[in-house]
């Protein structure tokens, strides 16, 4: 990346590993980064106390893995979900299928 570069991670925060992101951006390699979440997400630490390094930077932004949310955004996933139940509930196709099984068919095991 050239030095006026911001990384942006919206993905999973191990994607960049904290210590290498924290010395690109002391040492000047890239401008600032955007993350969604950082190495280890907080919220899943006993105890947690913010003493990451990347938060005393200042060409970082950090949000906590939530920088989805909005009310309209949790209404529209609870609205899409209800409804996609009901279609399949009712025997129509999933709009929005994670796999292409058939009604009745099996998954393969393997090989």
Do not use: C
């Not at 997400?41 to 970082?60: D, I, M």
């Not at 955004?73 to 509930?89: F, G, N, P, S, Y």
């Not at 025997?91 to 393969?108: D, I, Y």
């Amino acid at each position: 990346m050239k030095p006026t570069a911001v990384l942006v991670n919206t993905a999973r925060g191990p994607i960049v590993e904290d210590a290498a992101i924290h010395q690109a951006l002391a040492e000047g390699w890239i401008a600032g980064a955007a993350l969604d979440d950082i190495e280890e997400e907080p919220s899943k630490q006993r105890g947690w106390r913010p003493t990451n390094p990347l938060f005393q930077l200042p060409n970082v932004i950090v949000t906590p893995h939530a920088a989805y949310y909005s009310e309209e955004a949790v209404r529209t996933v609870r609205t899409i979900a209800a409804e996609e139940a009901v279609r399949v509930l009712t025997g129509r196709p999933a709009r929005f299928p994670v796999n292409e099984l058939k009604v009745g068919s099996r998954p393969s095991r393997g090989g």
